[in-house]
């Protein structure tokens, strides 16, 4: 049996314009200026270059669309509201400081062969066979992106046979991965970390040095990762300063030959999205001129436009044309005005970081920096936190002290003896410190550190201390002992 419900639902949804400028908004201004590129292309009605003297329009009989049987008259569009608007209309997109040089000027880009083609070269001066070539460049296609060979021997067989029609077997295989393993950078093509530190000792001066050193990672690899440095002493019968001397040897080696990675290596310096500059202690903040070019709303479109008033208004063909031009012209001024919110939100951002950190933007002292977090910004621009942080996660400011990410100015809070709240980025500062001045041959160890800490004034847990510590990479005090 049927039943006829009535229901009232409360739905929030997310227009169009919307969408838009929350995709705008989280992206830095190296993927924007793309972005722009894109939506000059898509849409011909969006232009970029300075605006032009406006002309008088006549849309009097812009109403008559209304007479057609579709009553496209309804959503009809007044002219004047796209040419005559100050803030659409050929609004400046620049920053407020930079001039017609930055906005030219390229923003250098480094290109870098790749790892694949420097070894793919390499392997063209060896003297091979066809199947060897072959197996060569299988096995240069199976380098990982640190320089390692991962897979079995017997794997890459089967894939020459399948992919290749090549019938070859492992010895056949581990021939040519040798011929590979003598290529630059050394220690390229190992199938683990011992191999790959041995293939870099190899190319040394077999002095008694470097043997001890590929003995220990033949015969003590384990011992060796783990520091147990008496138990080393005792099995090869040397002193500690032999040892200590094989073991700097090691600790140089490069444990990823594959550098940036068997991929194309494509390098792109950081552009700031902010510049912070300090004037006799007035700080002045100004969005990089490159953020977005000037863009404007077509004059031949908008001319266009215009001219379907004098025509013929029962034409069906002229009626979707008018449609057309219509959509084109509302997307190219939606588009203009999420890029003036976004502009207006990153200002925003900015400022009420600045004015939060206001001590570390002067002085450049870390220790300077206050605790912060999310909510504090998005209440004091009285703005979302989601919007804060699509802001905070993909930007960047240039300071007179170098150029940091939002992201970092946001910490949490550690309670000190004095009532206040330190920042956290202020302990790990701290407890790097402590760190870097412990004795190696004996370092501190996370209670050690919490206690040091707790004298300081700072109330911090020993899981907190050991939080902190793997958040900067440091290596847990057994890890961080030397000879």
């Not at 942080?389 to 170098?402: D, I």
């Not at 300081?456 to 057994?478: C, F, M, S």
Request: negative net charge; charged residues 35%.
């Amino acid at each position: 049996m049927q039943r006829l419900d009535l229901r009232q639902l409360l739905q929030q949804k997310l227009s169009p314009q919307q969408i838009q400028f929350i995709k705008l908004l989280q992206i830095p201004t190296a993927e924007l200026e793309m972005r722009i590129k894109e939506e000059l292309e898509i849409n011909p009605a969006l232009e970029e270059g300075a605006d032009q003297p406006e002309d008088q329009y006549n849309d009097s009989d812009s109403d008559d669309y209304g007479d057609s049987d579709d009553d496209y008259g309804k959503d009809d569009v007044d002219i004047n509201d796209y040419l005559n608007d100050d803030e659409i209309s050929g609004y400046k997109m620049q920053g407020d400081r930079g001039g017609e040089d930055e906005d030219d000027r390229e923003m250098p880009i480094a290109v870098a062969s790749s790892l694949t083609d420097q070894l793919m070269d390499q392997l063209g001066f060896l003297d091979l066979d066809d199947k060897q070539h072959i197996i060569g460049m299988q096995l240069i296609g199976s380098i990982d992106n640190d320089g390692y060979i991962r897979r079995d021997l017997s794997a890459i067989s089967n894939d020459l046979a399948f992919s290749q029609n090549v019938d070859a077997s492992e010895e056949e295989i581990e021939e040519v991965l040798h011929m590979i393993q003598t290529f630059d950078p050394a220690g390229i093509a190992a199938r683990d970390l011992p191999e790959c530190l041995l293939l870099q000792l190899h190319r040394r001066d077999q002095d008694e040095t470097t043997i001890l050193a590929e003995r220990i990672l033949e015969d003590a690899f384990d011992e060796f990762t783990k520091k147990h440095y008496q138990k080393i002493q005792s099995k090869f019968g040397v002193s500690e300063d032999e040892l200590k001397k094989a073991v700097d040897i090691i600790t140089k080696l490069n444990p990823k030959p594959g550098g940036a990675g068997a991929g194309m290596t494509r390098i792109q310096y950081i552009i700031p999205d902010f510049i912070l500059t300090n004037n006799n202690g007035q700080l002045e903040l100004s969005l990089n001129s490159r953020n977005a070019p000037d863009l404007r709303i077509s004059r031949s479109y908008a001319d266009m436009f215009d001219a379907y008033d004098k025509s013929d208004k029962k034409d069906k063909k002229l009626k979707e044309t008018v449609t057309f031009v219509k959509q084109k012209l509302d997307a190219a001024k939606w588009f203009i005005d999420a890029i003036r919110q976004r502009q207006n939100t990153l200002l925003r951002t900015m400022e009420s970081i600045i004015k939060y950190q206001h001590n570390f933007f002067l002085e450049g002292d870390e220790s300077e920096l206050r605790p912060m977090i999310l909510k504090d910004i998005a209440e004091d621009i009285g703005m979302d936190i989601s919007t804060v942080s699509r802001v905070a996660n993909s930007k960047a400011v240039q300071t007179e002290f170098g150029i940091y990410p939002l992201k970092y100015f946001f910490s949490e809070g550690i309670a000190t003896d004095s009532g206040e709240d330190a920042s956290s980025r202020e302990v790990k500062h701290i407890l790097k410190e402590i760190i870097d001045g412990e004795s190696k041959r004996k370092p501190l160890s996370d209670e050690k550190i919490e206690q040091i800490l707790n004298e300081k004034g700072y109330n911090i847990a020993r899981r907190t201390v050991a939080k902190y510590r793997e958040q900067l990479n440091i290596p847990v005090a057994r890890l961080r002992k030397e000879l």
